[in-house]
């Protein structure tokens, strides 16, 4: 919504919103110029205003939403608001379970480095776009974070439609595999006609879908690229990436088909694939506690935090790893509780922390779900691992020193999850911030 907000704001509309507490973003957004009212009230909402944008997370009976109605205001949610700006761009969409934000990172700077000068829509703060999720560019190209949650990337209409992956992800929306795959396929058939889709030939679920992705680029003459960590071009990434675990490698590999895709020489992808340091809350270094390094990581499905802590071992194979985990939405670890359990082989302890709810998509779980019985399934699992659930975070530093002192080679904290979490890691570092 912030990046939305920041667009409408460049092309020189007006623009307002409100947010139901303050926040980091909320306060940028009003040095940036844009008018920031704290809680939802009918009073927001005027009839001189053109367009209300409305997050899919806001019920139907938010009195700001009642009174659009009342007034007979124009309202879209963000998705079919994105949607109508990709029509105005050759938009490249990027969406998939799981490595969309660095894919659309990656890709984003390799267009701007090559100097296509593209509007780039991201999850995350890029530190390369001053610090913001967005990249206001001048010329006629689209770099798209397309989200999955709510179908919402079935409101855009992109000219070169990536995929990275499909997993079991977002219960609140798509309940089975089948009717995730079902509407990743229903995205690739919103590519307009001459496009190109861009696919992860390693997923096995998204191959799975290969005979009937076939038919729908057959019927709009589009152009299919497999892309495949087997590859000679994945040896070349391989060699300048400075990134770190096998799913940055395709992630990097996926950035590197787009840029061909819009004509953008090897040498010039990989040039920028080589100066990429990462986003915000992808393995990113925070400072120090103690001594101990301290990364901050938004991961928080099974598949996520496997392939993030096998980055972490690989890049430090003589430290002790500390991932203190943060599970985000009950209902996802009720589902995957078993793969949640499988997920931390490569951390050397565990600290977890309560689950993060989050608002408007937790009102049905199972309580035996939880944190508490998540570290005891593992400490049963491995019982040589150090695990512990901590009810109260705010004894979370006294809980690392004594997890921590019986390692004499160093320690590395992974601070994980995409909650709340990151409060505590800015706790954490304090003063040795980025040091």
Request: charged share 25%; with cysteine; glycine share 6%.
């Amino acid at each position: 919504m912030s990046a939305l907000a920041r667009y409408f704001f460049a092309k020189n509309w007006l623009v307002s919103g409100s947010d139901l507490q303050a926040s980091q973003m909320t306060n940028k957004l009003q040095t940036e110029g844009v008018v920031v009212k704290i809680g939802h009230n009918r009073g927001n909402i005027h009839q001189g205003m053109d367009l209300i944008v409305y997050n899919r997370a806001i019920p139907l009976d938010n009195p700001e939403l009642l009174m659009a109605k009342a007034l007979k205001l124009t309202f879209l949610t963000y998705a079919e608001a994105l949607g109508e700006i990709t029509k105005k761009y050759k938009t490249i969409a990027i969406t998939g379970s799981h490595g969309k934000s660095t894919t659309t990172a990656l890709t984003g700077l390799i267009l701007t480095h090559a100097g296509l000068d593209p509007t780039v829509f991201i999850g995350t703060e890029l530190k390369e776009f001053k610090g913001n999720n967005i990249r206001i560019g001048k010329s006629r190209y689209l770099v798209l974070e397309a989200d999955d949650f709510g179908r919402a990337f079935l409101a855009y209409s992109p000219s070169i439609a990536l995929i990275t992956n499909i997993d079991r992800e977002h219960f609140d929306t798509y309940k089975t595999l089948a009717i995730a795959k079902k509407a990743f396929l229903e995205f690739l058939i919103l590519t307009r006609s001459n496009g190109t889709f861009i696919l992860n030939k390693d997923d096995k679920n998204l191959f799975s879908l290969r005979a009937n992705i076939i038919k729908v680029a057959k019927a709009k003459d589009i152009k299919i690229v497999w892309y495949s960590t087997g590859n000679l071009v994945a040896s070349k990434i391989k060699n300048v990436i400075g990134i770190h675990g096998k799913h940055n490698l395709s992630n990097a590999l996926a950035a590197y088909y787009a840029g061909r895709a819009v004509a953008i020489s090897e040498s010039k992808i990989l040039a920028s694939i080589s100066r990429y340091r990462g986003a915000s809350r992808r393995m990113e270094y925070r400072g120090l506690f103690h001594g101990a390094k301290v990364y901050d990581d938004y991961a928080h499905h099974p598949t996520e935090i496997k392939a993030t802590l096998q980055a972490f071992k690989k890049k430090y194979p003589s430290k002790k790893i500390i991932c203190i985990f943060q599970p985000h939405q009950a209902r996802r670890l009720q589902a995957l509780f078993k793969e949640f359990c499988d997920a931390f082989s490569d951390a050397d302890a565990l600290i977890f922390l309560d689950i993060y709810r989050v608002a408007g998509r937790d009102q049905k779980s199972d309580s035996k779900y939880n944190s508490k019985n998540l570290a005891a399934a593992i400490k049963k699992k491995y019982p040589k691992k150090e695990v512990l659930y901590l009810k109260n975070p705010n004894t979370l530093k006294k809980a690392i020193l004594l997890v921590a002192s019986g390692y004499s080679l160093g320690t590395i904290l992974v601070m994980m999850g995409a909650g709340d979490i990151v409060n505590y890691t800015d706790q954490l570092v304090g003063k040795d911030k980025k040091k």
